[in-house]
């Protein structure tokens, strides 16, 4: 396996007036294509920063990330926002969907800003809805769905531009352990995807993930893979 993502001695303090907060201090770490990382540690040790930075959503006070060969940090502010659009998907703890919108009409959202024609839209979006177990739900509003069905349709719109990277924060943190499980089975099911999951949830994420990386601080205290 190479490597799809790292970052390099990636920084990130927030200035809180006298304060200053180092949510992430100097992290150099590799993703492997295809491998399923959790992150663990507990809370305010920056994991969510990670995904923040790794995702485009932030930019680093110093160092970078490089996702499949391209400089973050040099991207101007249209690229990154096509970065995130296109290179990275998301999974959120309270999904996050559109509530007005059909699971189909939330799994077409990023293909209609990708300018992607209807008819063509509408086929992968009923195809990924299929993949994720619910073409029989595909005219439900998020409202009309379980907490699992719904963080199906999350995984579902993730998906929707084929990126190589997703991107879940604490996907499985509103769900009962069984939903849970079955979330984590279709993450790590994904084909050619390489994931990297926050958790409080050590119990899934030695169950699911091959890598487990701890935060402290900030700062890697433990990276094991199994
Ligand atoms: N926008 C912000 N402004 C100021 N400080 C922030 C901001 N976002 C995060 N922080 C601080 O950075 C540190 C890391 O935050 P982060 O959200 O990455 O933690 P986390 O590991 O995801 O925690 P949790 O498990 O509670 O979600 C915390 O001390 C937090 O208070
Ligand atoms: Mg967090």
Do not use: C, W
């Amino acid at each position: 396996m190479g490597e799809l993502a790292r970052t390099e001695r990636l920084t990130r303090r927030y200035v809180m007036g006298e304060n200053v907060v180092t949510a992430l201090e100097s992290l150099t770490l590799s993703l492997e294509e295809r491998e399923f990382t959790a992150v663990v540690g507990r809370s305010g040790s920056g994991k969510s920063t990670l995904l923040h930075l790794l995702g485009g959503l932030d930019r680093p006070t110093s160092g970078d990330v490089v996702v499949a060969g391209k400089r973050l940090a040099e991207l101007a502010d249209d690229d990154l926002a096509l970065y995130r659009r296109s290179g990275v998907g998301f999974i959120f703890q309270f999904f996050n969907l559109v509530p007005t919108l059909s699971a189909l009409q939330n799994v077409e959202f990023p293909l209609v800003l990708a300018g992607v024609p209807a008819p063509e839209r509408r086929r992968r979006a009923g195809e990924l809805l299929e993949k994720v177990g619910l073409s029989g739900r595909r005219d439900h509003r998020p409202s009309e769905l379980s907490g699992g069905e719904q963080q199906r349709v999350a995984v579902a719109r993730a998906l929707a531009n084929d990126p190589p990277l997703l991107l879940a924060d604490e996907p499985t943190g509103n769900l009962d352990s069984k939903t849970a499980a079955e979330i984590l089975a279709l993450l790590r099911g994904l084909e050619g995807k390489t994931v990297v999951m926050v958790t409080h949830d050590r119990d899934l994420a030695r169950d699911f993930a091959r890598r487990t990386i701890e935060f402290r601080d900030g700062q890697v205290l433990s990276d094991e893979r199994r």
